[in-house]
């Protein structure tokens, strides 16, 4: 790496020794609508092999059969999508469709001395976050100016970076993989017949749905006094735990909340239908959660959680929901899910082995997830080093 940064200095050195051009983004990039990709229908299956995407965290949605309207993208003739609301974007170079009118599709304009690639890593670096719901591109966004070093430097800083970002695919998929085989364990080993005894949630624990109180912007508050407040979407996927919350509510709000103690578990009932969680704070509940309190001695809370996590029980969640009119868990679909009640002795053995996957496959602070943090700061390091430049006075 060393060597590689000492050939860019050397270039910049020799190139551009008075400072490099900056451009307005609008100056060098095209967009365009994404209207006519916007799919038909969001009956996703694996089974497809078109990818519907979001310039949001989520990326990709799904996969759908429909054959018209694709966006034809490749290695060769990449594109940048654009969240035109949050300003989310990512690099694209497959063919795809979209979710909603919400974006812009970037492309570098006719006759631009530019490596796509470069301006991709170079609006990486710009440090924007909207304060209102409104279109940012051309208000905006367009606006950001960004440094064009000759195409010689442009074309070796993306290599670069790139290598850094094989890197990173690499221990991904690496993350990946172990994950799969957590899952399959996890599977295996929750996995009963009749040679233990069944009971329903309902019958070893007490089923509440959260409570909101309204309006809610009266109880939001910034007093650190406040209460926790757990809302739908601000937990961490992977995470078995709610350590902290973004907001907090007053202590009159949280009287018209649901208000649990450090160690209850809750279920989301609306988004992600089924995700446990077990609390680490004491903290009120937004109504998209349902609380499992009172939870019966004869079962280890933690054995609990692991249970609900199998693609069984999200598939009998998902069953009761398609099968009738309602929209989300309530209180009696949840209550009928059966428990399998092993000794607590065999219970306290299978979340020892399953904590310690858990771990290696989501603790940030060893192993995989570890390196891969390390990697990824390495990476944001350098490519703020190597987009740095000082600006040519004209």
């Known amino acids: 790496m060393k060597t590689q940064l000492s050939k860019i200095e050397k270039l910049i050195a020799e190139l551009c020794p008075n400072g490099v051009e900056f451009r307005e983004l609008g100056e060098i990039l095209d967009y365009e609508r994404p209207s006519k990709y916007i799919v038909k229908s969001i009956e996703y299956s694996d089974e497809y092999s078109t990818p519907v995407l979001t310039a949001g965290q989520s990326f990709i949605l799904g996969y759908i059969d429909e054959t018209e309207g694709i966006y034809k993208a490749s290695k060769e003739n990449a594109v940048i999508i654009f969240d035109d609301f949050t300003t989310s974007f990512h690099w694209v170079n497959f063919d795809f469709k979209v979710k909603s009118s919400a974006m812009?599709?970037?492309?570098?304009?006719?006759?631009?001395?530019i490596d796509f690639r470069f301006i991709y890593f170079a609006i990486r670096?710009?440090?924007?976050?909207?304060?209102?719901?409104?279109?940012?591109w051309i208000a905006q966004y367009s606006k950001f100016e960004i440094p064009i070093p000759p195409l010689p430097i442009q074309q070796e800083i993306v290599k670069t970076l790139d290598t850094f970002t094989e890197l990173e695919a690499e221990l991904e998929a690496e993350l990946e993989a172990r994950k799969k085989q957590y899952e399959y364990y996890r599977e295996e080993l929750l996995t009963y017949g009749n040679d233990v005894e069944w009971k329903t949630l309902g019958e070893i624990a007490t089923i509440q749905r959260g409570a909101s109180p309204r309006p809610i912007h009266k109880y939001i508050t910034e007093d650190p006094m406040g209460v926790p407040w757990i809302k739908i979407g601000d937990t961490e996927t992977?995470?078995?735990y709610i350590t902290s919350t973004k907001g907090k509510i007053t202590q009159e709000g949280s009287l018209k909340s649901r208000v649990l103690g450090k160690g209850s578990l809750i279920l989301s009932n609306s988004m992600s239908y089924g995700r446990p969680y077990i609390l680490d704070i004491k903290g009120a509940i937004h109504d998209g959660w349902a609380s499992i309190s009172n939870i019966s001695q004869e079962i280890n809370i933690d054995f609990?959680?692991?249970y609900l996590l199998l693609s069984k029980v999200n598939s009998y969640w998902e069953s009761k929901?398609?099968?009738?009119?309602?929209?989300?868990l309530n209180s009696n679909i949840i209550k009928s899910l059966k428990i399998p009640l092993p000794p607590l002795s065999e219970q306290q053995r299978i979340v020892d082995i399953l904590d310690k996957f858990d771990s290696l496959v989501s603790d940030i602070s060893i192993g995989l997830p570890a390196e891969l943090k390390a990697r990824k700061q390495q990476y944001e390091y350098y490519r703020n080093k190597l987009l740095t430049f000082t600006k040519r006075n004209n």
């Open 238 to 240: 992977n995470s078995k």
């Open 304 to 306: 609990l959680y692991y």
């Open 125 to 136: 670096c710009i440090s924007y976050k909207p304060q209102d719901h409104a279109r940012q």
């Open 321 to 328: 929901i398609n099968s009738g009119s309602v929209s989300n």
């Open 104 to 113: 812009k599709m970037l492309r570098p304009k006719g006759g631009a001395e």
